[in-house]
């Protein structure tokens, strides 16, 4: 582990826990609302605060160590666009699994897709300019 690597992992992970909750937290905060009982009372979720801090530390660490495995020569803003977009291929089609097995909206599912995908485009872009120096010659 290197200095780049904390700091990118760190960047990560303000910009993703922020990003996360602009979508999820405000955003979409009232379609959850109005389905109750699918998800914990909101007197009890931050309880579980230190589940969901954890979760986008680890998302972040694996995020910034993918990409510096991966980095080219290309330039950089289009480089982190490709990877948000690929990892977002990876990461948010959990939506549709939770949309099998759950009674989820299909609207809110959709909304999710892009509130999430539109969150990894930004991190890979944050990503990539913090990395952009160790590009390959």
């Not at 998800?39 to 998302?59: F, N």
């Not at 909206?105 to 990894?120: E, F, S, Y």
Request: proline share 4%; charged share 10%; hydrophobic share 55%.
């Amino acid at each position: 582990m290197n200095a780049k690597f904390l700091t990118s992992w760190l960047a990560a992970f303000v910009v993703w826990m922020g990003l996360s909750f602009a979508v999820h937290g405000a955003w979409l905060a009232p379609n959850y609302a109005a389905l109750g009982s699918l998800y914990r009372p909101e007197a009890d979720q931050m309880g579980y605060l230190p589940y969901m801090l954890g979760a986008h530390v680890l998302m972040a660490a694996g995020f910034v160590w993918i990409y510096q495995r991966g980095i080219s020569a290309a330039e950089w803003m289009g480089q982190g666009i490709r990877y948000g977009l690929a990892m977002g291929l990876v990461a948010t089609p959990m939506y549709l699994v939770y949309y099998a097995v759950q009674p989820m909206p299909r609207r809110l599912v959709a909304m999710q897709i892009v509130g999430d995908g539109v969150t990894l485009v930004v991190v890979g872009i944050v990503t990539a300019f913090l990395n952009k120096s160790s590009a390959k010659a």
